[in-house]
């Protein structure tokens, strides 16, 4: 079967494996006090949780960046929400895309993390902007985090966090 490239910019998934329990990694995705170290600066309103919303703000909460439901809340092996990037007011008029991050532990005492982002048909700037270093970009932030404890960027010294 042959892969297009409407196929990969419309589904795109990305992995990596992180030196963390799945509860660890399960909070580093769910809880503000992790969020807003590695995933571009952005604050969360409140935890995310079942039947809840991922509201997500700018560093300086003057801006909602994120506003979409929780799809499905299952501690510690998967998240899915919705996804429509509120940062960018030509993106913010694209339809809905839905993000799900799936948590593999491994005989190792590693977790494979997935994320998939898809149903990104009807939000083609979103689905570029996302790709390659979009995702990678918060991916390497949260493994660098988690391993370390320490963040990788810096998000008060970026145009982010203004």
Known sequence: MTTTA???????VYQVFIKASPEQVWD????????????????LEAPL???GRWVGRSPDLA????DSEILEFDPPRRLSHGWR?????ELALEGESRVTWEI????????LLTVVHDRLEHAPKTAAGVAGAGWMH???GL???LETGTPLFDYSKTEEAE
Do not use: F, M, N
């Not at 409407?6 to 795109?12: G, L, P, W």
């Not at 801006?63 to 994120?66: D, P």
């Open 104 to 111: 593999e532990p491994q005989d190792d005492g590693t977790c």
């Open 143 to 145: 493994k660098t985090l």
């Open 6 to 12: 409407q196929e990969v910019q419309t589904t795109q």
């Open 63 to 66: 801006k909602v960046w994120i």
């Open 138 to 140: 918060v991916l390497s």
């Open 49 to 51: 949780e079942a039947g």
């Open 85 to 89: 990037a509120l940062y960018d007011d």
């Open 28 to 43: 580093g995705i769910t809880r503000p006090e992790y969020i807003d170290r590695y995933y571009h600066g952005c604050r």
